[in-house]
């Protein structure tokens, strides 16, 4: 299994709030992703990374940014937290092209009040 | 763009019986892979089993088994001898490989084992 790490696993913060979670891998994976998980919609794809400092927008991409500026690391950023985003967060790596797979980490709960 | 449907939002079986959980998928693409993923209660989402579109013989992963079907663009997942420990949520996955390597997922059918 991919040593894949998100932090924090659970988190209640308030609407207008800035959240970051966190992806730690230790795969040296090129390509990591950040999805999300809502009833009726399945994972959704949010922002994903082909590289350091390389990234570009998934599906649902509005009011989430992100950062990779190492390749272990890929932060989810949301600046101003609503009640929309509360959700499970997943981050996820793939080390190739050749396969496909993606290896998942445990996922984070966020919660908007 | 690609999509992936799962038609079946719930899915029951018995125990030691064997259960078929549907997918279809659009795309124009002649060269992708598809997966099913499983996500127990634990959330942790884990590979069942992949299928390479070139490849024309059927994946098979001991008790799991996929009926692919290129040209209707079906992807079904057959679990034979049901355990209760199959019970989760199964997510149907299309991947494009490519520079990219992202995978686009179905909604899911939650699968229940009856003992």
């Known amino acids: 299994d991919a040593g894949i790490t998100q932090s924090p696993r659970h988190k209640v913060t308030e609407t207008g709030t800035p959240v970051t979670l966190r992806c730690h891998q230790t795969?040296?994976?090129?390509?990591m992703y950040w999805y999300r998980q809502d009833p009726g919609h399945g994972l959704r794809l949010i922002h994903y990374?082909?590289?350091?400092?390389?990234?570009d927008k998934g599906e649902v991409s509005d009011g989430y940014s992100v950062s990779r500026s190492k390749t272990e690391d890929f932060l989810l950023t949301l600046e101003s937290a609503t009640s929309s985003q509360t959700s499970v967060y997943f981050c996820?790596?793939?080390?190739?092209?050749?396969?496909?797979?993606?290896?998942f980490g445990e996922g984070s709960r966020l919660t908007v009040l | 763009a690609q999509t992936v449907t799962q038609s079946q939002p719930e899915m029951s079986v018995q125990e030691a019986e064997t259960v078929t959980l549907s997918c279809t998928y659009d795309?124009?693409?002649?060269?992708?892979?598809l997966f099913w993923y499983k996500q127990p209660p634990s959330r942790q989402m884990i590979l069942v089993i992949r299928?390479?579109?070139?490849?024309?013989q059927n994946a098979t992963e001991n008790r799991f088994s996929v009926n692919f079907q290129k040209a209707a663009k079906s992807f079904s997942l057959k679990i034979s001898d049901s355990q209760l420990g199959d019970a989760a949520m199964y997510f149907c996955?299309?991947?494009?490989?490519?520079?990219?390597?992202?995978?686009?997922f179905g909604t899911g059918t939650l699968l229940a084992v009856q003992p």
């Open positions: 996820a790596t793939g080390g190739s092209t050749n396969t496909g797979e993606l290896f």
């Open positions: 795969e040296n994976h090129r390509y």
């Open positions: 990374s082909y590289g350091v400092k390389d990234t």
């Open positions: 795309t124009s693409e002649s060269d992708y892979y």
């Open positions: 299928q390479e579109a070139y490849k024309q």
């Open positions: 996955a299309y991947g494009s490989g490519g520079a990219t390597n992202k995978l686009i």
